[in-house]
């Protein structure tokens, strides 16, 4: 094989690294601690963003045995000791109720509930492949608030919001807060946008909405926080428990840039499992 092959993949490593460096920066000590699950299920399906029960259960473990504790979101933006950790369940599906949820609870953790308004209760239109999978229904959400947890929402129907008009933009921020906290009987104060993705007006119409905050998939800056975009970091079927001590501890540093990059990679194709529906 010529040297040249070989030395290629180094370097564009490297660069890639650098480029994350100065695009992204490091990590402030003040960045909230936020991990975001979608599916927790043993049956496979092809965006990765699934988790087996046993995997889960063993980051549970980690969190647990490394003295990390659960809290609302209100505490932890207040409270960045650096033990506090957010575990998001974006798009509430059913199998975090079944499959997660007796696992927080024999750690005597809480987490955040992102349901998407319009699929409370129904299977989602957006996955390719073998499995359709269920949302939570209301009664499970309720269950699960009455037990901690925290509610939020990811709009109505899961769509770029940049790409909507001014009304549906609305239905979307606005009237999806209006219809959870009827449907729950509790205020919700905080947004996630679906697939991370946001613009400036997408921004102000969540703000306009009466929103304290909002989710991004992960942070523009590292460096400063950015109340209506906070970023995450998803966790992937292939995240080991050392990639979850690298994300949870963001150090050493070229290896959470490692990692953080490659959350984003893998985050940025989640964008087009929007555009195909069945
Ligand atoms: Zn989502």
């Keep these: ?35 975001s699950f979608h599916k927790i299920t043993d049956l496979p399906e092809l965006g990765g963003t699934f988790n087996t029960t046993y995997q889960f259960e063993s980051y549970m473990k980690f969190l647990k045995r490394n003295g990390y504790a659960t ?5 932890l933006l207040k409270d960045r000791s650096g033990k506090k950790v957010l575990i998001f369940f974006d798009d509430a599906y059913e199998n975090v109720y079944l499959k997660a949820f ?10 955040v509930l992102c349901p998407i308004v319009d699929y409370i209760g129904r299977e989602n239109q957006w996955d390719r492949g073998i499995n359709r999978f269920k949302h939570m229904t209301r009664e499970m959400l309720i269950e699960m608030k009455e037990e901690g947890f925290e509610i939020i929402s990811h709009s109505s ?24 906290e009827e449907i729950l009987l509790t205020e919700i104060d905080y947004f996630i946008y679906p ?4 613009d400036k007006r ?9 929103y ?24 992937y079927i292939i995240d080991t428990l050392f990639d979850l001590k690298i994300i949870i501890e963001r150090k050493p540093l070229f290896l959470f840039g490692h990692e953080d990059q490659k959350g984003r990679i893998i985050n ?6 929007g555009v195909i529906k069945i």
Excluded: C, Q
Aim: cysteine-free; aromatic content about 16%.
């Design 1 to 35: 094989m010529p040297i040249y092959l070989i030395l290629i993949i180094p370097f564009l490593y490297a660069v890639g690294w650098i480029y994350w460096y100065f695009r992204h920066g490091k990590p402030s000590s003040e960045l909230p601690k936020a991990l």
């Design 71 to 75: 809290g609302k979101i209100s505490e």
């Design 102 to 111: 007796p696992i927080m609870k024999k750690f005597g953790f809480t987490g």
């Design 157 to 180: 129907s899961h769509r770029d919001l940049r790409k909507l008009t001014d009304g549906e933009l609305e239905t979307e921020t606005a009237g999806s807060k209006k219809k959870l």
């Design 195 to 198: 697939f991370g993705l946001y």
């Design 202 to 210: 997408v921004k102000r119409a969540v703000k306009n909405a009466g």
């Design 212 to 235: 304290k905050g909002a989710f991004a998939s992960y942070n523009e800056k590292n460096n400063r926080i950015d109340r209506f975009a906070i970023g995450r970091n998803t966790m």
């Design 268 to 273: 940025w194709f989640s964008r087009f499992s």
